[in-house]
Structures are given as structure tokens and as C-alpha cells.
């Protein structure tokens, strides 16, 4: 099965919002509820910021949220810092057999 | 704290083999799904492995099928992936990391490579 689709790169300016899009299927992201973001930082692991589409871990900041519509979900970063610039992958669970399905990454960039 | 500390990773010869570990502490490892993750160099996270919170269910991606095997210790609190017939394109920084819920994965150990080259 395909990975999820996500924009090779997006940018914003400081202080501005952006959104990233991470699209699927009805046969995976559209299908659960499953939706996680991770934040990966140039040589350090993944870092989950969102999971169940929507839903914060305790310590990630409000200025991430995120959504889902039917097979594609949305990340917005709002009050863009420097710190933000990293890859931000979803992924999604596939069901029994395919099971976890990643996006192939946008890379931010803070102008 | 949560800790996931992979080792095992090194420089091995197409067709050969590795075992990868990972070292937990700072929760209740017997009650949580793990999985392996990887990321070649430059590219994105692929899905690797999944095991249940008591190692009697096993998944695995269509990529590594019949060739990798996941277990884990839940004594020892430690994950193990068992990797055979490599090829060149497994080469990639291998993670592991601590399943949420389904599909979630909240805590990510730091990863080892795993270099396939002759």
C-alpha cells in the first residue's frame, strides 16, 4: 500500500501560521480515527505533537492543532518560531494488514 | 522518564544478519504495544514492526516479511528485532518506540544504524 501524501516542503514567516496537508484513503486515514503528526528535529528522533487527529500529548504547545475531513488531515503551526523549522511527518493506522502507513514528509521552513 | 535506548546496529555484508535491541525503562513495559520504525538516509520514517503488549501478535510491513522478527522480553523490559537476508535498501537508522493506542506511537528511542554494504 501507497504511504500517505504529504507537500515535500512548505514555509511561513515568524509569527504567521501555516497549515500542512497529509491525504489518504478511505481505506486508511480516512478510515480511523488513528491520525498522528511527529516533529522531527535534523538528526534527533520523531516526537509525536499530535495523535487521534486532534488530540495534544501533555507538554506540546497549542500553537499545533490538528484536523481531519475525510481522507486527508491538516496540521496548522501557528505564531511560527525558528524553533519550528524540522520535517513533519502523519501517519495513520491501515487496518490489520497493512497496520501503520507514514507520509513522506514536509519540510518547514520559518522565513 | 520514559527511556528507549536501541543498540546492535554496525556494518553487515548483503545476505547477512543483525539483531537490534531495545533497552526500556521508566514505564510498564509488559502493558504496551512496541514497534520498529525505520528511516533511510535522507528519506522519510518507514513502518517496520509491530508487536503486542504480550509478544503474541506480530505485524510486519510487506517490505520486510519473511526476513525480520520481532519479540520482546517483557522480564527484561527489552524489544528485539531479528533481521536476515539484508539487502542494501534496509540500510537506515532503525527506531524503536512505545505504542500509545493503536497506531500511535508516543515515545521514540534515539535509533542505531544499520549499514547493509559489501
Known amino acids: 500500500q501507497s504511504a500517505l501524501t504529504q507537500p515535500p516542503s512548505a514555509s511561513g514567516s515568524l509569527g504567521q501560521s501555516v497549515t500542512l496537508s497529509c491525504t489518504g484513503t478511505?481505506?486508511?486515514?480516512?478510515?480511523?480515527?488513528?491520525v498522528s503528526w511527529f516533529q522531527q528535529l535534523p538528526g534527533k528522533a520523531p516526537k509525536l505533537i499530535i495523535y487521534d487527529g486532534t488530540q495534544r500529548p501533555s507538554g506540546v504547545p497549542d500553537r499545533f492543532s490538528g484536523s481531519k475531513s475525510g481522507n486527508t488531515a491538516s496540521l496548522t503551526v501557528s505564531g511560527l518560531r525558528a524553533e519550528d523549522e524540522a520535517d513533519y511527518y502523519c501517519?495513520?493506522?491501515?487496518?490489520?494488514?497493512?497496520?501503520?502507513?507514514f507520509g513522506g514528509g514536509t519540510k518547514l521552513t520559518v522565513l | 522518564e520514559v527511556q528507549l535506548v536501541e543498540s546492535g546496529g554496525g556494518l553487515v555484508q548483503p545476505g547477512g544478519a543483525l539483531t537490534l535491541s531495545c533497552a526500556v525503562s521508566?514505564?510498564?513495559?509488559?502493558?504496551?504495544?512496541m514497534y520498529w520504525v525505520r528511516q533511510a538516509p535522507g528519506k522519510g520514517l518507514e513502518y517496520v514492526s509491530a508487536i503486542s503488549s504480550n509478544g503474541g501478535t506480530t505485524y510486519y510491513a510487506d517490505s520486510v516479511k519473511d526476513r525480520l522478527s520481532i519479540s520482546r522480553d517483557n522480564p527484561n523490559n527489552v524489544l528485539h528485532l531479528q533481521m536476515g537476508s539484508l539487502r542494501p535498501e534496509d540500510t537506515a537508522v532503525y527506531f524503536c518506540?512505545?505504542?500509545?493506542?493503536?497506531?500511535?506511537?508516543?515515545?521514540w528511542g534515539q535509533g542505531t544504524l544499520v549499514t547493509v554494504s559489501s
Open positions: 478511505s481505506s486508511d486515514l480516512g478510515g480511523y480515527k488513528y
Open positions: 501517519s495513520s493506522y491501515a487496518g490489520s494488514n497493512v497496520f501503520l502507513l
Open positions: 518506540a512505545r505504542g500509545l493506542k493503536l497506531g500511535t506511537l508516543d515515545f
Open positions: 521508566g514505564f510498564t513495559f509488559s502493558t504496551y504495544a
